[in-house]
């Protein structure tokens, strides 16, 4: 019987929780409540209550009942819940988790969404889901997050109809998940796509003959939030991060955006780190959407309905290769800049509508030349990122530093319970 924690407020939401539970048992799953209001007691013995929660976070109950300040009180209740919940999974007395609530009950199940490795099944149902409030860096990889429908207050056949659906969701995921083992030492890869950066279809299977796995993330701004998380907690053994037109979708204001610490976390965490430039003279923006200003009438690329790009200028493609290698000069484990003098996506080629041989030439220049005065090695290579002779050179660092011992081979500390 799957185990599920349920997390919410029984003092503005208790009636909730108890159908939760319930429709739970029906989908054959058992719950264990956790209670992390503050006003009130729960009507019911929730079976962990609000004072423990309280008590984890360092404070007293009552303390935070009458501190005046709702915020205060619910981000050291926020701190509890994820030291309970970090417990509850290290002894492995849970298999998946379901939070419930409005925006203070989101803002805290976010914390707890992030203190749980991928592959732990998370369902949030918020009153606020999908909003533009929610901070897309607090967004865990693998959370599934439903929108609260009439769920403000009080049951109705609205709001039980969504509370039903995320019980199941949440029971369903934990019978089916199946959590990352790491019985080979993972790598994480960066693409923005089969169409414009193609080199790791030939990649992938080059690797995995060597003995690893390979994880491809997609430049959208959540993929590269996504693989900078999983690379802060140390998930992969290396990275081949070729695909950076989120640092200049950031720098130039785009919602495309994977934050502002993109190609910072393997560094910071000193995982070994093969680093090309692609896409970099390119912002992203939405096709539905306006150019972000400053890029209007500069010549563009509309790859679907969604997701367009246009061309940087020559100072903003300095700009972005400045900050590629101050980024890089920041590392503290193997790092290795490969400049791909052919070019640095699939537009670029000649014939291609955004073909700038010049501006190329340029660009790769003024990143070789800041890597260089920041100490960071770099090695060009006469040919486009998508050829055959760049994946070749690719490997052939990755292949030093594993005959080296640079390349780690055990499996993630934060997996450990899981495998």
């Known amino acids: 019987m799957p185990r599920i924690l349920l997390i919410g407020t029984a003092d503005t939401k208790s009636a909730e929780l108890l159908y939760l539970r319930e429709r739970i048992a029906a989908a054959g799953g058992v719950a264990r409540v956790m209670d992390v209001g503050v006003m009130a007691p729960a009507d019911f013995t929730p079976d962990i209550d609000h004072a423990q929660v309280a008590c984890a976070g360092g404070t007293d109950i009552s303390a935070l009942r009458i501190c005046g300040d709702e915020n205060t009180a619910m981000v050291a209740m926020a701190q509890g819940a994820v030291a309970i919940v970090r417990e509850q999974y290290r002894q492995g007395r849970m298999d998946g988790v379901l939070i419930l609530g409005g925006s203070m009950g989101t803002d805290l199940a976010l914390d707890v969404a992030a203190a749980l490795p991928l592959g732990v099944p998370k369902v949030v149902l918020s009153t606020i889901a999908h909003s533009h409030l929610i901070a897309p860096e607090r967004i865990t990889p693998d959370l599934t997050m439903m929108l609260w429908t009439g769920g403000l207050y009080g049951l109705s056949s609205l709001s039980r109809a969504t509370l039903s659906q995320a019980a199941g969701a949440v029971v369903g995921a934990c019978r089916v998940a199946e959590p990352p083992r790491f019985e080979r030492p993972l790598i994480g890869m960066t693409s923005f796509g089969k169409t414009c950066l193609r080199y790791m279809v030939p990649l992938k299977p ?123 000069a920041e590392a503290v484990g193997p790092t290795q800049l490969l400049l791909p003098l052919g070019g640095v996506h699939a537009w670029d080629l000649p014939g291609e509508p955004l073909h700038d041989a010049p501006a190329l030439v340029a660009m790769l220049d003024a990143l070789q030349t800041r890597a260089e005065a920041l100490g960071v090695p770099c090695r060009t290579v006469p040919a486009h990122i998508n050829d055959a002779a760049f994946i070749e050179a690719a490997l052939d660092v990755f292949d030093t530093w594993v005959a080296q011992g640079l390349v780690p081979t055990g499996r993630p500390a934060m997996w450990e319970k899981a495998a």
């Open 206 to 328: 080059a690797l995995e003959a060597r003995g690893y796995e390979v994880a491809v993330f997609h430049t959208t701004g959540m993929g590269g939030r996504a693989f900078e998380s999983l690379a802060e907690q140390r998930a992969f053994a290396a990275v081949f991060d070729f695909s950076l037109q989120e640092i200049g979708n950031h720098l130039g204001g785009s919602c495309v955006s994977a934050g502002p610490d993109r190609l910072r976390a393997a560094g910071r965490t000193g995982v070994p780190q093969i680093v090309a430039p692609g896409a970099i003279d390119l912002i992203d923006f939405p096709a539905w959407g306006a150019v972000p200003a400053g890029f209007e009438g500069r010549p563009s690329h509309e790859h679907n309905r969604l997701i367009a790009s246009a061309t940087l200028d020559g100072p903003a493609r300095r700009l972005v290769a400045g900050e590629i290698a101050a980024r890089l």
